[in-house]
């Protein structure tokens, strides 16, 4: 299944997504997983470090989706004219 957006989100998206995504990704790295307690001299941590930067990656693009959404509704409420 692919998910089309419309093409007035790709300046909004490009905009906010790289500040989400390193903020989300350094709660994820170092709050939530505690990676800095496991190290990197194995195989095995650089696969869990790509796999927290994959899912910092993808609940990024959800909570840019999911604001870009909330505004464009705030903005369409607000501009109907009150009967």
């Known amino acids: 299944m692919e998910l089309h957006l419309p093409k007035s989100i790709n300046k909004f998206y490009w905009s906010l997504f790289p500040v989400l995504l390193v903020l989300i990704g350094y709660n994820n790295i170092f709050n939530s997983w505690e990676?800095?307690?496991y190290g990197l001299n194995e195989l095995e941590d650089f696969g869990r470090l790509?796999?927290?930067l994959g899912i910092s990656a993808c609940e990024?693009?959800?909570v840019t989706i999911f604001l870009w959404w909330v505004i464009k509704s705030v903005k369409?409420?607000?501009s109907k004219p009150n009967i």
Do not use: G, R
């Open 50 to 52: 790509l796999f927290v």
């Open 35 to 37: 990676l800095p307690l």
């Open 60 to 62: 990024s693009t959800l």
């Open 76 to 78: 369409k409420i607000s």
